[in-house]
């Protein structure tokens, strides 16, 4: 979908993505607590939301509250928050040569805004990849799930866990898409399978990335 982006020379960006209910949260903690256990700097965070003005546009894209909003206006509210997420908090931890683990990146707006929506998916990845200056994950993890299955993992539903059943097959669809094209740099794991062989799997595949980490 997309030309070869820019990898960080130092540190290690580890993305886990996937559709609701996937289990993306469960599997960074798990991933920080191994690896600062281990006695490497990690910097676990998330989007959308992770810094000041994050937070307030998070409380936009998300609560039920906010209502209807234009397509594009969502993708540029995501987008918003990506460029300050990247430009505060991931670049300078990357820089520090610390493991920044991410819950969510910029495949959740290609998959979300783009499939999801109805934008050109094209256009959607121009401005996200401006926002965060091509900035690519070295390994980006997708937890796969069928969307059925994770959204009845939710009892209260905020704007986007509230969206139709082909919504968020179509979003599952991008995700297993975009690791299709770019094996090198994703590893798509069943969201089915117990805890701790899904991070097991994460660990292997990580493994010979950590030489970039300080330790």
Request: proline share 5%.
């Given at each position: ?25 469960t599997q ?38 906010t ?28 820089d ?17 805004q ?49 969206e ?6 179509r ?30 799997l ?14």
């Open positions: 979908m997309s030309l070869p982006g820019v990898y960080a020379e130092r540190g290690v960006f580890v993305c886990l993505e996937g559709g609701e209910g996937s289990g993306k949260s960074s903690r798990l991933l920080r607590e191994a690896l600062s256990a281990e006695g490497y700097t990690v910097r676990l965070t998330f989007e959308p939301g992770d810094t000041p003005v994050g937070q307030e546009l998070r409380r936009i894209v998300l609560s039920p509250e209502g209807v909003l234009a397509d594009k206006t969502e993708a540029l509210l995501y987008a918003a928050d990506k460029a300050e997420h990247v430009e505060t908090l991931v670049l300078p931890a990357l520090r040569g610390e493991v920044v683990i991410t819950d969510r990146y910029v495949d959740s707006t290609l998959a979300y783009g499939a999801g929506r109805a934008l050109d998916v094209r256009e959607v990845e121009q401005v996200a990849r401006w926002a965060t200056g091509d900035l690519r994950p070295h390994l980006t993890v997708v937890l796969d799930l069928e969307p059925a299955a994770g959204l009845r993992r939710f009892q209260g539903r905020d704007r986007i866990e509230g139709s059943l082909a919504f968020h097959q979003v599952r669809d991008a995700f297993v898409a975009m690791a299709k094209d770019d094996p090198d740099h994703y590893l798509v794991l069943d969201a089915r399978a117990p805890i701790q062989e899904i991070h097991t994460i660990r292997a595949r990580l493994a010979p990335l950590l030489r970039q980490a300080r330790r």
